[in-house]
């Protein structure tokens, strides 16, 4: 079993910037892949960023490329989510997860974290 508990999420301006946290607990954390997704009002969840357990691979949303940076500290048992240029359309609420293959499904989630980015 693997908890999951996301912080930094929050309200920012349009060119904004925030840095999502997740830290993980109960299993060896450099064994998971880590990934964050977000949900917003209506749509369907979707995959933002994705890492490999060592953190030699990272994957995008083409909608977040060049803006997010997905980072992970394995001797804290931490993933991040750097979020740059914000847009309004970034607004969702934001879940990390822990799976056993990068494009894989992930079996663990957190709890989420609300990201509001006013125009």
């Known amino acids: 079993q693997v908890q999951l508990v996301e912080s930094g999420g929050g309200l920012v301006q349009a060119g904004g910037s925030l840095r999502l946290s997740c830290a993980a607990s109960?299993?060896?954390?450099?064994?998971?892949?880590m990934g964050w997704f977000r949900q917003a009002p209506g749509k369907e969840r979707e995959a933002v960023a994705r890492i490999t357990g060592l953190g030699r691979g990272t994957y995008y949303a083409d909608s977040v490329k060049g803006r997010f940076t997905i980072s992970r500290d394995n001797a804290k048992s931490t993933v991040y989510l750097q979020m740059n240029s914000l847009k309004p359309e970034d607004t969702a609420v934001y879940y990390c997860a822990a799976g056993s293959s990068v494009l894989g499904s992930y079996n663990y989630w957190g709890q989420g974290t609300q990201v509001t980015v006013s125009s």
């Open positions: 109960g299993r060896t954390f450099s064994n998971y892949a």
